[in-house]
């Protein structure tokens, strides 16, 4: 029932998820960061049950780590990174499969800001915006008809808040708490969120 939302803009991406834990009918919690930072540049917005939500974006943040300390510093480019999580999913594939679909934002000297789409069968694909979950039902139009090339951080942010209220108004379930981040030169960012992370 997670919602994750991507959208690319001239110099960044933004990035939001749903901020719900909730299995059958039940909530446990309204306060979850699903967007997890994998370097100072990039980071994982994931969907799926909350444990393997969170063992995969921690494995992944982890040993991505771990390539940088080991390698003098060196930092994966946002492409690098998406193929290591490709590749991971794959392995898992095949022996314990992750239940988890994700969109993983980044950005790069040269590229600018860049997302892509995987899924739990570990397929991946370089989009320009991008949507997880039942919202895409709701909200790839919207990406659609309101994404175009050069788009501002304000437009993004925008396109995303727009997919949010869309989401409030036509989906059953009950979504009321997102986060947004914005991920650019300057890092990842909080943009705005419903109930403080920080608070859990």
Known sequence: MDSVLGVTYKGGVILAADQGNARSILMYQK??????????????????????????????AKNIKL???????????????????????????RKGPYQVNNLLGGFDKKAGGSLYFLDYLASLQKVNFGAQGYCGHFCL?????????????????EIIKHCINEIHTR????????????IDANGVEIVSFGEDPASA
């Open 67 to 93: 390539y940088e300390f080991s390698k003098d510093g060196t930092v994966l480019s946002t492409h690098a990174q998406a193929n290591y999580c490709r590749n991971e999913l794959a392995k898992a594939l």
């Open 141 to 157: 139009s919207i990406m659609d008809r309101d994404w175009k090339e050069g788009l501002t951080k304000d437009e993004a942010v």
């Open 31 to 60: 306060n979850l960061d699903k967007i997890t930072s994998l370097s100072g540049h990039t980071a994982l917005a994931c969907s799926g049950p909350h444990a393997d939500v969170v063992n995969f974006s921690e494995f992944i």
């Open 171 to 182: 989906f059953l379930i009950a979504q009321p708490n997102f986060i947004i981040k914005n």
